[in-house]
């Protein structure tokens, strides 16, 4: 079966990519009168937008978003530290691009020529809809205004093509009608669980996408009518699936390393892999090779397991040496991290760029095997999962209480964040909430590291989501919406650019090339991965939350009369 249906995706895939490149298809097959004709052939042509949105882990030498796919953030430490954006406003491409969308288009128009009953044509719209709105969801995080288009356009429509853009609020208003109809039409059962796109695929990612774009507009707009009402959009959509009971949380590990994740209770949607057939290299990069290792910031963020934050925790141990940094913690930390080893440049062949490594998803069975070397590994992979739509319910409620909705509940925790510590392997104390601040059993807390312009009680559901999705390619997004992008300097936020600390007369045979901290000593201190001046990441403009358009759009619009409007600062 599960061979099967990855040839069934990679079929769907070469059938149906081929319309990007060519402007005339072959005049005896795929027309619209002989193609459309069953349920059937609607269903393929779905399965033509799969790989665009549920990436995965990749396939071959590649790990999709996880891991490094957001490495621009302050959850990494590499001695390269990646930049921003170029100052230079690219020629072409940087993702101007709406053939997606004409593809979503085309395949919502046409689906209502095929003889099905009307609610199939309804389910089906919805799918259609749904990959629309995860096109412009995605085109709004990079661009902000985009011209909508409702229909699939052809070549002669010129006054369309060469629209002004349109706001980014009149796009998602666009994008949510396309949420709510997918939410009412979409069937609950549509082919294999997990592994297509039902009803709690689409209530999933449309918590994910209006937290995103509520907080977008509460941050950078200071529009608190809309952000109230994407926000309420997003906490009533993972609610949605909250009270279906029908997912719950297990082992946290098995959900990122599993090779079969078929009937995990947490994962709502997963793309397949299998030997020899589609495979990645997240695997062997968790394992055998160098690896871009996790900040001192970040793992400072884990909580001790009394639920208190380390700064004010009497349990805390303090983080000489990986035992003392792993004792009485959030036992996530040891499930994303290896707990007994430092691996180090010159000493680890697979060391990490600051001493702590990864392990997250690591598959142990196949880890000496031939399939766990390089690009064969073949653990599924989670595209979303109720772990998710739990923190997005949390957030979404503490920002909603922001702005005009109501206040933050105590059941609003226990249904979200404390569900989270309940997880089977986890349990630490719930998070509480006495008189709108954070508390763990009856005991008022504030971090004393907590940036002094977020609240407290939100600073701490940030945490919560920073470490249960950590690695999983949201945090850089996570800093955009919040408009936090200052974390990741290197220079005014220090301990992003810091890892273990280590005594190097510990560790004989230590590469010269790891350097510790030099407010101290090269003797004793935290590795600094990034220790010259010019490899520093401290140009932060504001500029760079939103990306260029490219200029031959702008020349290719001016041509025909209409001024396309540049980004902010890129001018």
């Known amino acids: 079966m599960k061979t099967r249906l990855i040839a069934v995706f990679f079929f769907a895939l070469t059938l149906f990519s081929c319309e990007d490149y060519l402007e005339t298809p072959p005049i005896d097959q795929l027309r619209d009168e002989t193609y459309w004709v069953n349920e059937n052939s609607v269903r393929t042509f ?43 406003v690219p020629s072409s491409g940087g993702g101007w691009t709406f053939t997606w969308v ?23 719209r919805g799918i259609g809809r749904f990959f629309r709105a995860l096109e412009y969801h995605d085109l709004t995080k990079r661009f902000g205004d985009v011209p909508w288009y409702s229909n699939a356009l052809v070549e002669t429509d010129l006054e369309e093509l060469y629209k002004p853009r349109d706001s980014r609020t009149l796009v998602m208003d666009s994008v949510l009608a396309d949420f709510r109809y997918a939410a009412e039409h979409v069937r609950l059962s549509n082919g294999t669980k997990g592994l297509t796109v039902n009803k709690d695929v689409v209530l999933a990612h449309m918590s994910r996408v209006f937290l995103f774009e509520g907080t977008w507009q509460k941050y950078h707009l200071n529009n608190s009518a809309k952000a109230a009402e994407y926000l309420e959009a997003a906490k009533w959509a993972a609610n949605e699936v909250i009270k279906s009971g029908r997912y719950r949380l297990g082992n946290y590990r098995e959900v990122f390393n599993s090779l079969n994740l078929a009937g995990n209770p947490e994962v709502i949607l997963y793309r397949e892999y299998a030997p020899g057939i589609l495979t990645h290299a997240l695997n062997s990069y968790n394992n055998k090779e160098p690896q871009s290792g996790p900040s001192k910031d970040l793992l400072d963020s884990y909580l001790a397991n009394d639920g208190l934050p380390v700064r004010i925790s009497p349990v805390y141990q303090g983080d000489q040496g990986i035992t003392k940094l792993m004792a009485n913690r959030d036992p996530r930390i040891t499930q994303t991290f290896v707990s007994n080893q430092l691996r180090l440049n010159g000493i680890a062949g697979n060391y990490s760029t600051t001493g702590v490594a990864t392990h997250k998803f690591l598959n142990e069975e196949i880890k000496d095997l031939p399939e766990g070397s390089l690009s064969g590994g073949y653990a599924d992979a989670p595209v979303i999962r109720y772990g998710e739509v739990l923190i997005n319910y949390a957030e979404a409620a503490a920002e909603l209480a922001t702005v005009g909705g109501p206040a933050l509940t105590q059941n609003d925790l226990n249904i979200s964040i404390n569900v989270l510590r309940s997880r089977p392997g986890i349990n630490i104390p719930h998070l509480q909430v006495m008189g709108g601040q954070p508390a763990v059993n009856g005991q008022v807390y504030d971090d004393p590291e907590r940036d002094a312009t977020v609240p407290s009680l939100i600073w701490e559901i940030r945490r919560e989501r920073r470490i249960e999705l950590v690695f999983e390619g949201f945090r850089l997004d996570d800093l955009k919406r919040w408009k936090k992008l200052e974390y990741t300097n290197t220079v005014t936020n220090p301990e992003i650019n810091m890892g273990a600390w280590i005594r190097k007369a510990d560790h004989p045979g230590i590469s010269a090339a790891v350097v510790l901290d030099k407010s101290q000593t090269d003797v004793e ?42 980004n902010p600062g890129w001018e």
Do not use: C
């Open 46 to 88: 779905s399965y033509g937008f799969y790989t665009a949105y549920f990436t995965g882990y990749g396939s071959g030498n590649t790990w999709g978003r996880y891991f490094t796919g957001q490495a621009l953030n302050d959850d990494f430490a590499p001695t390269t530290p990646v930049q921003f954006t170029p100052n230079a």
């Open 525 to 566: 201190g935290y590795i600094t991965p990034a220790w010259t001046a010019a490899t520093q990441r401290t140009n932060i403009n504001p500029k760079y939350y939103l990306n260029p358009i490219p200029l031959d759009q702008i020349v290719l619009y001016k041509e025909k009369g209409v001024t396309l409007t540049q």
């Open 102 to 124: 004409r593809k979503a288009n085309i395949f919502i128009n046409r689906v209502q020529t095929v003889p099905m009953d009307q609610a199939a044509i309804n389910h089906w």
